[in-house]
């Protein structure tokens, strides 16, 4: 079974539109992460959490906002839509302490029209 | 910067054929780099395969095996013998002690023939 669950699975949006991703992990994790990957692209880092609060921040836009309701929970809304933002976001998330190798979700397949 | 740059593929390789794929990085303002091999199956999520955290340490996983080599800063894959099931997409990531952001390198995708 997943530990680490995002959905949806895919997702298609038209331009403007507003979509949140929902990620919640069951493995006891403190930490918790946004990655996207984008066609042709290397994963690139986008925010990451820690206790629910925000430690780091690499998205230039701020229609990304990460949302903490709950410890496992790190959801990510995205407003105002573009086509450049197709691309897949995964979830990840690690334990504390030093050394920690993240551990991915499936990924949501995010198609803006 | 911090970079990680790997074999671009796709690599094709036979069963039973040896594998390796090429990982260098870049890690100007981490200390102590910790480096990880993730691998994506057809169909499925991202999953780590080996980390290895200290420099001339070798880690393995599923006959796969790495050595973190900081005077090359390299820190390639191996595999001695590929089977079907190993086709997959590839990954090197450099991070930090602190489990901050990983940098990734492009993926190689690896199709094993029959």
């Known amino acids: 079974d997943p530990k680490i669950i995002q959905k949806p699975k895919y997702l298609v949006a038209v331009t403007g539109s507003e979509k949140i991703l929902i990620c919640e992990q069951y493995?006891?994790?403190?930490?918790m992460y946004w990655y996207r990957q984008s066609a042709k692209k290397p994963l690139e880092f986008m925010f990451s959490y820690s206790y629910q609060k925000l430690m780091d921040n690499q998205t230039a836009s701020s229609r990304f906002q990460p949302q903490s309701s709950k410890k496992n929970h790190l959801d990510l809304q995205i407003t105002a839509l573009k086509p450049d933002d197709s691309a897949t976001y995964f979830c990840?998330?690690?334990?504390?302490?030093?050394?920690?190798?993240?551990?991915f979700g499936e990924g949501t397949r995010l198609s803006v029209l | 910067g911090d970079s990680v740059t790997q074999t671009e593929g796709p690599v094709t390789v036979s069963e039973s054929e040896s594998l390796i794929i090429n990982c260098t990085y870049s890690a100007t303002s981490i200390a102590y780099p910790n480096l990880f091999w993730y691998v994506r199956y057809p169909g499925e999520g991202l999953q780590l395969l080996l980390k290895?955290?200290?420099?001339?340490q070798k880690g393995s996983s599923r006959g796969f095996e790495a050595t973190y080599n900081k005077e090359t800063t390299s820190f390639h894959l191996q595999k001695a013998s590929v089977q079907e099931s190993d086709s997959a997409v590839y990954y090197c990531?450099?991070?930090?002690?602190?489990?901050?952001?990983?940098?990734f390198g492009t993926g190689t995708t690896v199709s094993v023939s029959p």
């Open positions: 990840a998330s690690s334990p504390r302490g030093n050394n920690q190798a993240p551990l």
């Open positions: 493995l006891g994790h403190n930490a």
């Open positions: 290895v955290i200290t420099a001339g």
């Open positions: 990531a450099l991070g930090d002690q602190g489990g901050r952001a990983l940098i």
